[in-house]
C-alpha cells in the first residue's frame, strides 16, 4: 500500500513537472508571453514547500538542468539559479509554513526576482547579456499573482493522493 501511494506520489510529481514544462514553452501571443509566469519555478517551489525532506538540493539540480535543455539556455544557468532559490527556501521553510497569504505573496515575489536576477547575471557573465527590458521582471509579478490558485490546486491533488511526508 505504501509502494503504491510514493509510486502515484511521483507520478503526480513527475506529471506536474512535465505540464509545467508544457505551460513554459506553449506558445502565446507576444504581449501575453511577457506576463507568462514562470511556471516550472513555481512547481518546484510548491513542492519543495510541501515536501521539503524529499525535494530539495538536488531536485532543483534536476529540474534546472531540464529546464536549460527545455530552453535552450546556456548548460547550468537555470540549474544554479533553481539551486540557491530552493536553498534560501529549505533555510526558511519552518517560517513559510505559518505565513499569512500576504507574507507568502511577497516571498513568491522576493524569489522570483532572485531567480530572474542570477539568470540575468549568469548569462551576462557568460556572454549572452540581453539588453535591458523593463518587460524582463514582469513574470515576478505574475507569478506572485498565480501562486495562491497554484497552491490551492495543488494542494487539493497532493491531498487526494495521500502524498504526504511521512508515507509517501
Known amino acids: 500500500m505504501i509502494e503504491q501511494r510514493m509510486t ?5 510529481v513527475a506529471l506536474s513537472l512535465y505540464a509545467a514544462m508544457v505551460l513554459q514553452i506553449f506558445p502565446m ?7 507568462r509566469p514562470n511556471w516550472i519555478l513555481l512547481f518546484l517551489l510548491f513542492w519543495v514547500y510541501v515536501l521539503p525532506g524529499r ?15 527545455l530552453l535552450d ?29 500576504f507574507q507568502q505573496f511577497l516571498l513568491i515575489l522576493f524569489f522570483s526576482f532572485l531567480y530572474l536576477l542570477f539568470i540575468r547575471l549568469l548569462e ?7 539588453e535591458p527590458d ?9 507569478n506572485a499573482l498565480v501562486w495562491p490558485w497554484l497552491f490551492v490546486v495543488m494542494d487539493s491533488l497532493k491531498s487526494r493522493f495521500n502524498i504526504y511526508e511521512n508515507n509517501g
Not at 501571443?29 to 506576463?35: D, F
Not at 547550468?76 to 497569504?101: D, E, K, P
Not at 523593463?134 to 505574475?142: C, E, I, N
Request: overall charge positive; hydrophobic content about 55%; aromatic content about 20%.
Open 8 to 12: 502515484q506520489g511521483m507520478s503526480l
Open 29 to 35: 501571443t507576444s504581449w501575453l508571453s511577457y506576463v
Open 55 to 69: 525535494f530539495g538540493i538536488f531536485f532543483a539540480f534536476l529540474v534546472g538542468l531540464l529546464t536549460d535543455l
Open 73 to 101: 539556455s546556456v548548460f547550468g544557468i537555470h540549474a544554479l539559479s533553481m539551486i540557491t532559490i530552493v536553498y534560501l527556501q529549505l533555510l526558511v521553510h519552518r517560517q513559510i509554513r505559518i505565513f499569512s497569504g
Open 124 to 130: 551576462g557573465f557568460f556572454g549572452n547579456p540581453a
Open 134 to 142: 523593463m518587460f524582463y521582471w514582469l513574470p515576478v509579478l505574475s
